[in-house]
């Protein structure tokens, strides 16, 4: 069978990894220190707090700027369930939204028309790791018509003065948008290094500081550091150094940090990133692309464009003309075939957690649409040449089949 996305793991990383458990230093310490100092220099933003998971990431800056009950946050309908949770979590409402129909983005015009005065947070998803049209958000935001609804309820609402735009890019770690990488787009993103990530720490994320001034990038992380450390003021770390055992518990925060043994694969990973990781995968889904474009029913998905890279997560090749009932036995066909391929995704108010909401997928026909006719194939670091071709088979026999049945 060939699985659909198992990790690259270098002996190299495994040797990191040995390193930090000899080093009698196996939490956070100095490791995830150099690793957040990486991604920072890799992607060009101001400052990067390494986290358990993308998941914290997105709620403690939700948290961190005041959300709450009776406040709405717009994201797309079509997404992972974590974009809505960490909403959810805080209080306030998810207000979902359409997509695009040539990507799977979030549809800027549908942002303008979902936007109130209870609107606090803008939360586009570069889904398959393609950047959405981070330009026109950040000018969105910054109209003088939307600035003048905007209704701050907290301090940092205030001192931004308008709507945040937090960026879910757990899919997009090196990724480029005009020239320059995820991370650096807009006021703070959110990267995934979960397992079946491009670039892997098992579980994990970050979060990409890249908030304007008046706000200091540096305090935000020193705050946000001790939010992840249940609101202790130091970190386990900092009480090594002599004299210093004493700390106090400034807020009731959260338990969020990365562990110095996550930070070793993720230093490797990243070492390697430009080299052989992303080539790779690109050279896979383009294989993919000049094999599908010779078909009649094949949508191809968007990989480069006059202003985006993507990072080359997830081939999403959506079958023309077909119901979700042909999609799904399309896949069990290549299945059969020993060949494992996934769906992304289903959208939010397919669900029952939010169509006991009050959430209907009807009023989200393009996303509907989309997800109905997708399949995402498989596209790893070791996936040779000769898979790739037995992928490619695999998906043109069982789709022709079930479509000329």
Known sequence: MIPFSPPHIKQEAIDEVVDTLKSGWITTGPKTKLFEQK?????????????????????????????????EIIIPAYTYTATANTVVHTGATPIMVDTNSDD???????????????????????????????DAINQLVAEEQIKSVFTPAAAHQKTLGRILVMSDAAHSFGAM????????????????????????TAEGGAIAFNLPAPFDNEEIYKELNTLSLHGQSKDALAKTQKGAWRYDVID????????????????ISLKYYDIDNLPRRKEIMHSYHDAFSKTKWAE??????????????LYTLRIKGISEQQRDAII???????VSVNVHFQPLPLFSAYQKRGYKIENYPTAFDNYSREISLPVYQDLSNEQVQIIIEAVVESTEKIINA
């Open 39 to 71: 991604i920072t220099d890799y992607c060009g933003h101001k400052k990067t707090l390494c986290v358990n998971s993308a998941t914290f990431g997105l709620e403690a800056i939700l948290r961190w700027f005041g959300v709450g009950k009776g406040d």
């Open 104 to 134: 799977f983005n979030i549809n800027i015009d549908a942002i303008r028309k979902a936007i109130t005065n209870k609107t606090k947070v803008i939360v586009p998803v570069d889904i398959a790791g393609l950047p959405v049209d981070m």
């Open 177 to 200: 948008y005009k020239g320059k990488k995820t991370g650096s787009l807009t006021d703070v993103s959110v990267f995934s290094f979960h397992a079946v990530k491009n670039l892997t």
């Open 252 to 267: 009731a925060g959260y338990k969020g940090n990365m562990t110095d043994i996550q930070a070793s694969l993720g230093l």
């Open 300 to 313: 191809l998905p968007i990989l480069e464009d006059d202003n985006r890279i993507s990072s080359y997560h």
């Open 332 to 338: 069990q066909e290549i299945f059969n075939k020993d």
